[in-house]
């Protein structure tokens, strides 16, 4: 007889999906419609970030504008939606 209250072994939380992220490409939507793309080096339990080899996205009224940078750290209260794996798509 099994338990209702049994936990799915299939099941993943969220920052165990984060954390099998490490040292792949992460996309990342931010709250102030900036995109982020980079290598996740490491995260902390408020998902802050530090992610290297970056690309940020910002779209702003003369076109799309991009910025390079080489490491950041990413305050987790601006992120909206990660996608592991993801890259910026081209236009």
Avoid: A, W
């Avoid at 902390?44 to 779209?59: G, P």
């Avoid at 940078?69 to 990413?74: F, G, K, M, N, R």
Wanted: hydrophobic fraction near 35%; aromatic fraction near 4%; charge should be negative.
């Amino acid at each position: 007889m099994t338990s209702s209250t049994s936990v799915n072994p299939s099941t993943l939380l969220p920052l165990e999906l984060v954390d099998k992220c490490i040292g792949s490409r992460i996309h990342i939507i931010m709250k102030n419609d900036k995109e982020i793309v980079g290598t996740l080096l490491g995260f902390d339990d408020y998902v802050n970030m530090v992610l290297e080899d970056v690309t940020e996205y910002e779209q702003t009224t003369e076109g799309r504008r991009i910025t390079k940078l080489e490491q950041i750290l990413l305050n987790g209260n601006n992120i909206t939606m990660l996608v592991p794996g993801g890259d910026m798509p081209s236009d």
